[in-house]
């Protein structure tokens, strides 16, 4: 099936979802971040070079990386979506600025591929793919 646009109430549901996800980051927030993904041994999360296989792995890097931090601010620079058949993609660029716990500041700055599926009513990431750039 060939890529379409989305409709007004699918956009408006996966940028939606987009913003839980930032907000629950920002907020340091593991279980609104895990709401946000499909809770299945077949999510996939391919963050910075590690891959992430299923929700409990992915629940214990955010829960990890989250212990480190002070604070974490997450920003969705640029985001394109299309959908084909029952999944919608997303490619974007995004913004990380993390406060280490002893006050140490870095940012990061990544590109991202996501497939979104709705599962039992509501929007959920699927699959996330992040590289990190320069």
Same mark, same amino acid.
């Given at each position: @099936?060939?890529?379409?646009?989305? =409709?007004?109430?699918? @956009? ?5 979802? /987009? ?14 971040? @895990?709401?946000?993904?499909? /809770? =299945? ?60 716990? /002893? ?24 699959? /996330? ?6």
């Amino acid at each position: @099936m060939p890529a379409q646009d989305l =409709s007004d109430p699918v @956009m408006a549901a996966n940028l939606e979802l /987009d913003s839980r996800f930032v907000q629950a980051m920002c907020n340091k927030d593991v279980e609104g971040a @895990m709401a946000c993904l499909l /809770d =299945s041994p077949d999510l996939v999360v391919v963050l910075w070079g590690t891959v992430l296989r299923g929700a409990q792995a992915v629940r214990q890097a955010i829960t990890d990386l989250f212990a480190k931090m002070r604070s974490v601010h997450l920003e969705i620079n640029e985001v394109t979506h299309w959908r084909s058949g029952d999944t919608v993609f997303a490619v974007g660029i995004a913004t990380y600025e993390f406060e280490a716990l /002893d006050g140490t500041k870095s940012t990061v700055k990544e590109c991202w591929t996501d497939a979104r599926q709705k599962v039992a009513g509501r929007w959920v990431y699927v699959l /996330d793919h992040a590289t990190q750039i320069p």
